[in-house]
């Protein structure tokens, strides 16, 4: 949601929270949940927090809901003329507010009576002006329309990732595991990662939009119990509590896992209990051994040759299968964001060898000036073993994944 809006556009608020300084007054703005479903007798409540730890002043408080397209209605009569919500309110020295209640605003109903992204903002002015003081608040949400259920699933994750980057020149090791059930929709639609089972041996490349990429449907999240247990890590049980944040659950450890916690060639054993949406289950998948890659050298970037092939080497394990992608962005160079995402990517026998042909890394965009969209080179393995329980009807699946990753320069 990066569209130029107020006067008008986004973009002016952008520009003057860019003015601010330490002791500029501070407005925050939150929803209590990050999405929300058109016909499910669902209401938002929006809430405020405001301070100002700096000397006394006098401000406009502006309170709006950016609705997709573009239109701002500001609060509380959801005028369209920018009226403030508060003219010419006085901000003591040391001036605290909330969080507390701004209000709730019914699904459905003007003007949150339409699918697709919004922004609950709000924002200082100088009195009777649009000149900015501090922050703008930016709170963006999501409403759907109810669609039709598709069915209800569970993904269990065990992941082993190396990444190279300035801070890391020998790579750093991050070990994760985790969580999630939902259930379904067909009408909210994104794209989803391409399925590597069906994927043909050789490289694909494919092109998708930044803003809105594609063929996913949209999930709620489900309750699958107060945690999960990992049986099987070297260093004993890894408990995966539950994280509950608005309308989000997901499963994952209290504490951070360490390189020990992953044993290539190990077997892993979900477990989980049952909760109020998901039943007790049971599933074991074996994770594939960490990927030792000798060439592309990840660290310094690597120059890639865009008109030759790229040549991939790692240590094989002679089973199974390693999947290698190359991800490089389409820049707006007046906004300095992606308007579009190109991968390559490849499915190789696990033998240590791999071409990446030029006729498809030429169909690549070649590396941008903004260094925060550097190009990016992963490759991984994968296992997984597909489960049941009450409450999910689709077949879910556990995975175990080991990659490795960094930034290289397509020229």
Request: net charge negative; aromatic share 12%.
């Amino acid at each position: 949601m990066r569209r130029c809006v107020l006067v008008l556009s986004i973009c002016v608020f952008a520009l003057g929270s860019g003015m601010a300084i330490a002791q500029d007054p501070t407005i925050m703005t939150f929803t209590d949940k990050t999405s929300y479903i058109i016909g499910d007798d669902a209401t938002l409540n929006l809430s405020a927090m405001a301070m100002n730890l700096g000397p006394e002043i006098t401000l406009d408080v502006h309170l709006a809901i950016i609705a997709p397209g573009g239109a701002i209605y500001e609060l509380p009569d959801m005028n369209t003329s920018l009226n403030p919500w508060f003219p010419n309110l006085t901000l003591p020295s040391f001036f605290m507010f909330g969080p507390a209640s701004l209000g709730s605003f019914s699904i459905g109903s003007f003007p949150l009576n339409q699918a697709g992204d919004y922004v609950a903002a709000a924002a200082y002015t100088r009195p009777g002006t649009l000149e900015f003081v501090g922050e703008l608040a930016w709170t963006p949400f999501t409403i759907m329309n109810q669609g039709t259920s598709a069915g209800s699933y569970g993904h269990l994750y065990l992941d082993w990732s190396k990444s190279f980057d300035e801070l890391a020149p020998d790579g750093e090791v991050w070990v994760m595991a985790g969580g999630l059930f939902f259930e379904v929709y067909e009408e909210e639609r994104r794209r989803e990662a391409l399925d590597k089972d069906e994927m043909e041996y050789g490289c694909e490349v494919t092109t998708w939009d930044w803003e809105n990429g594609g063929e996913t449907t949209y999930s709620k999240y489900l309750d699958a119990g107060a945690k999960l247990d990992m049986f099987g890590s070297p260093l004993g049980t890894v408990a995966l509590p539950k994280f509950s944040y608005m309308d989000m659950i997901q499963y994952y450890p209290a504490d951070e896992m360490v390189e020990g916690h992953y044993s290539g060639g190990s077997n892993y054993t979900f477990e989980g209990y049952g909760g109020p949406d998901v039943g007790a289950f049971t599933v074991s998948v074996v994770a594939p051994a960490p990927v030792v890659l000798y060439a592309p050298t990840l660290y310094p970037v690597p120059e890639i040759n865009r008109s030759q092939d790229l040549n991939v080497s790692w240590e094989g394990t002679g089973v199974g299968d390693v999947f290698v992608s190359i991800t490089s962005y389409d820049i707006d160079q007046m906004t300095q964001e992606p308007t579009s995402v190109t991968q390559c990517s490849c499915r190789f026998v696990d033998n240590g060898q791999g071409t990446v042909p030029a006729s498809l890394l030429s169909q690549l965009p070649p590396s941008p000036s903004v260094e925060w969209y550097l190009p990016s080179f992963s490759i991984s393995r994968q296992a997984e073993t597909a489960f049941s329980a009450s409450g999910l009807t689709e077949l879910s699946t556990a995975y175990a994944s080991a990659s490795v990753q960094g930034n290289v320069d397509l020229q």
